[in-house]
């Protein structure tokens, strides 16, 4: 493994919820970084930020780790789950509070109830 897939492999495992985005979940940098950071962030959800635009190396790195060619990219408890259309659909669908709840990660359920009823 390279040193960034072992850097990355390392932050996936060592915490329960992460991001890799463009910017940090305080100033997201892209309209997709922005979004998904702020559902989490509206939904409580302590997760660590990985600003992809620090370094070139971790910004392709992500991508190929994950087989996936988009950042943002969240992941809980090591799975990667997605990216933005992801997140966005399995927010709104009520699964991804169902991974939550599966993975012993703390959320405000009814913070996950208002974005569902205002995108009803």
Known sequence: MSDTATQIKDTVTTNNVVLFMKGTKEMPQCGFSSRVAGVLNYMGVDF????????EALRQGIKDYSDWPTVPQLYVK???????????EMTLSGELDTLFEDNGVTYDKDAANKIREANG
């Open 48 to 55: 660590a930020d990985v600003n992809v635009l620090a370094d």
């Open 78 to 88: 090591g799975e990667f789950v997605g990216g933005c259309d992801i997140i966005t």
